[in-house]
């Protein structure tokens, strides 16, 4: 079953809710952070006080244990601290940047695609529509192909820790399948080839689409990248000049 433009955008639309709820989750680490901030401050006067105490030696024994929480909670919050932060240096797949290449992958990049791909099929389909609305498909094939082609772009330096040849390795350590990525090019391939036809017929002319040229190079540089650190086959899917 095809899906339409506006399923796509709606499944765009959940993605974006979801990358949402778990930013409003991270706040629970700004929290954390304040809470730090404010134990440290408090047990610096409450210390302070400690040492300068001329009250009785009641006070000083209820200033004494309230100084030995705060140092206990203060050890704790920076346990939870520092916990992630040696497990990230250990295992670069728990690294904020590769986690989020990986569910750009997963959620963005593959949605670009699909919507281009809709568009495409909109101007493919309505042989009939006038040459404005053929534009309009054609720009919006282009503009969603590229958006996938720079979050690709994006990647180039991380491959070998986002990608995996071995699929249920890959599914093991949470990363993404060579075979998925494989799948996203040969459909990017066919989209420029497509589109590249398309606007021949729509008599575009070449240097009203400088920015095309632009996101082919970093496509090229893509492949490259990933031709070396994943062994990529390069004329696979490679585009063809000025698509």
């Given at each position: 079953m095809k899906l339409s433009v506006n399923d796509w955008q709606d499944f765009s639309l959940k993605k974006d809710i979801e990358k949402l709820n778990r930013l409003v989750q991270h706040t629970s680490y700004v929290g954390s952070t304040v809470a730090f901030d404010v134990v440290v401050a408090f047990g610096a006067v409450l210390l302070g006080r400690l040492f300068d105490c001329t009250d009785s030696k009641i006070a000083f024994i209820i200033y004494l244990i309230a100084s030995?929480?705060?140092?206990?909670?203060?050890?704790?919050?920076?346990?939870?601290?520092?916990?992630?932060?040696?497990?990230?240096?250990f295992n670069p797949l728990h690294s904020p940047s590769i986690r989020e290449f990986i569910d750009s992958f997963d959620n963005e990049i593959w949605c670009y695609v699909m919507m281009s791909d809709s568009f495409l099929d909109s101007l493919t389909d309505n042989k009939t529509a006038e040459n404005n609305r053929k534009y309009f498909y054609y720009s919006q094939?282009?503009?969603?192909?590229?958006?996938?082609?720079?979050?690709?772009?994006?990647?180039?330096?991380?491959?070998?820790?986002?990608?995996?040849?071995?699929?249920?390795?890959?599914?093991?350590?949470?990363?993404?399948?060579?075979?998925?990525?494989?799948?996203?090019?040969?459909?990017?391939?066919?989209?420029?080839?497509?589109?590249?036809?398309?606007?021949?017929?729509?008599?575009?002319?070449?240097?009203?689409?400088?920015?095309?040229?632009?996101?082919?190079?970093?496509?090229?540089?893509?492949?490259?990248?990933?031709?070396?650190?994943?062994?990529?086959?390069?004329?696979?899917?490679?585009?063809?000049?000025?698509?």
């Open positions: 030995f929480l705060l140092i206990t909670s203060l050890l704790l919050l920076l346990l939870k601290k520092i916990i992630p932060l040696i497990r990230s240096m094939t282009c503009f969603w192909v590229n958006k996938a082609i720079m979050g690709l772009f994006d990647m180039i330096f991380s491959l070998k820790d986002i990608f995996d040849k071995d699929s249920e390795k890959a599914a093991r350590d949470k990363k993404v399948s060579i075979a998925r990525l494989e799948n996203l090019l040969d459909i990017i391939v066919n989209i420029k080839k497509t589109a590249y036809k398309k606007k021949k017929e729509l008599g575009i002319a070449d240097e009203n689409l400088t920015g095309n040229v632009y996101y082919h190079e970093r496509y090229d540089n893509f492949l490259s990248k990933a031709y070396d650190a994943l062994g990529i086959d390069i004329e696979r899917f490679r585009l063809e000049p000025n698509s």
